[in-house]
């Protein structure tokens, strides 16, 4: 609606053809801009060795750089920018070349939305990027402290049950700072084990149940001790 008058008051002259010239030629510069920042940080950050927020060297390729700069697209504030300008100057003249400027916050909105919108997934697909979440990466580190905490709260404590809880919160310790990043954030070590085998002991409670060896008291009581040892177990999907 607001680009229809704008187009119209251009007219069917050589202005239209200027003005579209050059609202191109401003959407080419934006989007090359982006790539030129973007590209040139990218440089300088790996040339220093920045780290990202968990610590690590950040994974910065040339796909992944290609990607963000990519990803520049402009939106209502663009416009709002624009529509800001005043249609009048404080002597009452109308503001220079104000249709010119709405026309190029249009076709900035307009290109970068569906050139770069429509085909940023093949772009991302011909590029073949590794997945890079930081905030299971952040998990994973918190994580990792968190339980080097619990070892360390309990590494003077020589009972059996003080030593099997070591075990395991040092497989979790492992497990999270190891390379491998296929494991599930929600899934503790065992879990999937553990998941199976109360399962069965499920059923055989049941089974118990059934044959009135045990009584519906008892029965609720033993679920209940399963139902606390599964969310212990971890994982979102039963087994």
């Not at 008051?9 to 973007?38: D, K, M, Q, Y």
């Not at 916050?105 to 990027?129: D, E, N």
Request: net charge neutral; with cysteine.
């Amino acid at each position: 609606m607001q680009l229809r008058p704008i187009w119209e008051r251009l007219g069917n002259g050589p202005a239209r053809t200027e003005s579209v010239t050059v609202a191109a030629c401003v959407l080419v510069v934006v989007i090359a801009t982006r790539f030129l920042w973007v590209m040139t940080y990218s440089a300088i950050a790996k040339r220093q060795g920045l780290r990202n927020p968990v610590g690590e060297h950040a994974k910065r390729t040339w796909g992944g750089s290609v990607v963000v700069s990519w990803a520049g697209m402009r939106g209502i504030v663009t416009l709002a920018a624009a529509f800001a300008v005043p249609e009048t100057l404080p002597d009452g003249s109308a503001f220079p070349y104000r249709d010119l400027i709405l026309l190029s916050a249009f076709s900035v909105v307009l290109g970068t939305l569906v050139i770069q919108g429509l085909t940023m997934k093949p772009i991302i697909r011909m590029l073949k990027l590794d997945e890079d979440d930081v905030v299971k990466d952040e998990v994973r580190l918190g994580r990792a402290q968190m339980y080097q905490v619990l070892i360390a709260c309990i590494q003077d404590d020589d009972s059996l049950h003080a030593k099997l809880l070591r075990k395991k919160y040092q497989a979790i310790v492992d497990l999270n700072v190891g390379g491998d990043r296929s494991h599930p954030l929600n899934e503790v070590p065992s879990g999937p084990f553990i998941r199976s085998a109360l399962a069965q002991a499920r059923h055989k409670a049941i089974e118990l149940r059934s044959l009135e060896i045990i009584g519906d008291q008892a029965f609720r009581v033993l679920v209940q001790e399963l139902d606390w040892a599964e969310l212990s177990a971890g994982g979102s999907e039963a087994e």
